[in-house]
């Protein structure tokens, strides 16, 4: 079935630091892929999507490409803050599953002053 | 727009107990699901619907009902609580069409002891 990967966490960087997060999926067809993030007792905000191969989608400095080659959306970003501290969960839908999300099992990122 | 709204925030049953969590949106939304969320098991999908009068299973379904009788409200029935009930719970909502970009409510964490 379809799935996501992501990295273990946790990502402990100093503040003003480059983040990747790495995310890869499988799935069959032609899934639109998201990043969401989830800061300490509060849901899940969407963070950024992209619907088909190649788009890049952004958001507050966050970056990520749609890579059908690879079956990658890695999550960017070139200057962290500590109001970045968060749980980052990459997740993938498609229309012919009813759009369920399909999540990764979440990075926890720690910025430090 | 409040957005997804869920009540309670916090609850603790002990094992056997019956309750439902309310998860009500305004935002017109066809589509509503609900999720538990488990430490390194980022999110699995419980139950969804695509509209009033239609709900369908997900990933992990025994020991929760669900019903829709209207497009605001989509409430989760525990029948009867187990500790393996603990969790926290995320109603989530989005349009049905584009790509189906989900709305999360704050969360109610559940404590079945």
């Known amino acids: 079935g379809d799935s996501v990967t992501q990295m273990e966490g946790p990502v402990t960087l100093s503040e003003e630091a480059f983040l990747t997060i790495n995310c890869t999926y499988t799935?069959?067809?032609?899934?639109?892929l998201f990043w969401y993030v989830q800061y300490p007792g509060e849901g899940l905000q969407l963070l950024l999507k992209?619907?088909?191969?190649?788009d890049k989608g952004s958001n507050k400095g966050f970056e990520a490409t749609y890579r059908k080659e690879t079956t990658s959306f890695h999550l960017e970003k070139g200057s962290v803050q500590v109001s970045d501290s968060a749980v980052y969960f990459c997740?993938?839908?498609?229309?012919?599953?009813?759009?369920?999300?399909?999540f990764g099992s979440g990075t926890r990122l720690l910025v430090r002053p | 727009n409040a957005g997804v709204t869920q009540t309670p925030k916090f609850q603790v049953l002990k094992t056997g107990q019956s309750m439902t969590l309310q998860c009500a949106q305004d935002?017109?939304?066809?589509?509503m699901s609900w999720y538990r969320q488990d430490p390194g098991m980022g999110l699995r999908l419980i139950h969804y619907?695509?509209?009033?009068?239609?709900?369908d299973q997900g990933e992990v379904p025994n020991g929760y009902n669900v019903s829709r009788s209207t497009t605001e409200d989509f409430p989760l029935r525990l029948l009867s609580a187990a500790p393996s009930q603990t969790s926290v719970y995320f109603c989530?909502?989005?349009?049905?069409?584009?790509?189906?970009?989900?709305?999360f409510g704050p969360g109610t964490r559940l404590t079945v002891t």
């Open positions: 989530a909502s989005s349009y049905v069409g584009g790509s189906y970009e989900q709305y």
């Open positions: 799935a069959t067809g032609y899934p639109s």
């Open positions: 992209a619907t088909k191969a190649d």
């Open positions: 997740a993938l839908s498609k229309k012919d599953s009813s759009y369920k999300l399909i």
């Open positions: 935002m017109n939304h066809e589509y």
């Open positions: 619907s695509v509209g009033a009068g239609i709900t």
